[in-house]
């Protein structure tokens, strides 16, 4: 029998799964302190979300881990070459959440384009701003996906069936994929942003797209599209850290970006003195992508398979560190 400490929650039936399985599970997120100090020392393995860090500090401090499950997609929470050195691996659950953002993504676009958010506040105030509520229709306007994996190209499908063209940038997608899916392959994302007024953020957080939406590229947008001044529109439900908020917040300011709406941020929690959040053009959510009864119960069950595979000392369909082992 195996110790699984569950930090950041985890739907019933997925944790009767593992009970199920033979193994004791505790439920309770532990202090970064304590991680620190080797609370992971009795449990054989850790199922996370995003709100646990794994760093190489705690990793070494939990000599008896053998599995470290994500319940999500990014793993950017977790050392994974450190895991991996310490003959740790590491599972996700990539795809359970992927119809759940394709949803939201497309919800936040609407948003935007509708000042669905907007006009809200503005009922909720005692204003009635039916004049300055003209929107724009997402019909006849080229997305632009960066990066063009399941959420990507589910998002491609709701955006084509209203009528939008799509666009792509995504340097390690094979071309004969973007064309199945109907989809112009960008080689460059500068002309990605260059051709669309609208973009939506779909890769990961890494050295190479830290930052990769900033000031210039915003710049680059068309703001006007079949004759249609639309404005420039920004939606990210990806990672935190892709877009440079300090530069999005100028954007808005000076009417480049017309709207911007985010899931992800690059400090979460976003703190009381935020700019960005107050700004009248922009909406958010706190990284909800997920955060369907549907998703987590998807989640929860992938999860709970792929660590249960590693513990039976198997090598899991959803291991992420392999390079490292």
């Not at 499908?157 to 939008?164: I, P, S």
């Not at 529109?233 to 911007?260: F, K, P």
């Not at 989640?299 to 590693?310: Q, W």
Request: charged share 20%.
């Amino acid at each position: 029998m195996a110790r699984i400490a569950v930090t950041d929650g985890m739907a019933p039936e997925a944790v009767l799964r593992l009970e199920k399985g033979g193994h004791d599970v505790v439920l309770g997120f532990i202090e970064h302190e304590d991680l620190l100090s080797g609370a992971l020392n009795k449990f054989d393995a850790i199922i996370v979300r995003s709100a646990t860090k794994l760093s190489a500090e705690i990793i070494a401090a939990s000599g008896n881990l053998s599995v470290i499950g994500r319940a999500g997609v990014g793993v950017d929470n977790i050392d994974l070459e450190a895991a991996g050195k310490a003959g740790i691996m590491v599972v996700n659950a990539p795809n359970a959440s992927t119809q759940s953002v394709v949803e939201l993504t497309v919800g936040h676009l609407l948003s935007s384009l509708r000042h669905i958010a907007k006009a809200d506040r503005g009922l909720r105030s005692g204003k009635w701003e039916k004049k300055q509520m003209k929107g724009t229709e997402l019909s006849g306007k080229c997305l632009g996906l960066i990066g063009f994996g399941r959420i990507a190209q589910g998002v491609a499908k709701v955006a084509q069936t209203l009528g939008m063209e799509i666009h792509t940038y995504d340097p390690y997608l094979p071309p004969k994929v973007a064309k199945s899916q109907g989809a112009y392959l960008h080689k460059k994302v500068d002309t990605l942003f260059q051709t669309c007024t609208h973009i939506s953020v779909h890769c990961n957080l890494t050295e190479e797209t830290h930052h990769l939406v900033n000031e210039s590229r915003m710049k680059m947008m068309p703001g006007k599209q079949g004759g249609i001044h639309c404005g420039n529109h920004i939606v990210n439900c990806a990672r935190g850290g892709i877009i440079d908020e300090s530069a999005l917040l100028d954007a808005l300011e000076s009417g480049v970006i017309t709207s911007a709406a985010l899931d992800v941020f690059e400090i979460e929690p976003v703190s009381d003195d935020n700019l960005l959040v107050k700004h009248a053009n922009f909406h958010g959510t706190p990284h909800i992508g997920a955060a369907t009864m549907e998703a987590q119960r998807r989640v929860g069950f992938d999860i709970a398979d792929a660590v249960l595979s590693g513990l039976n000392g198997k090598r899991p369909s959803t291991l992420v560190n392999g390079k490292y082992l």
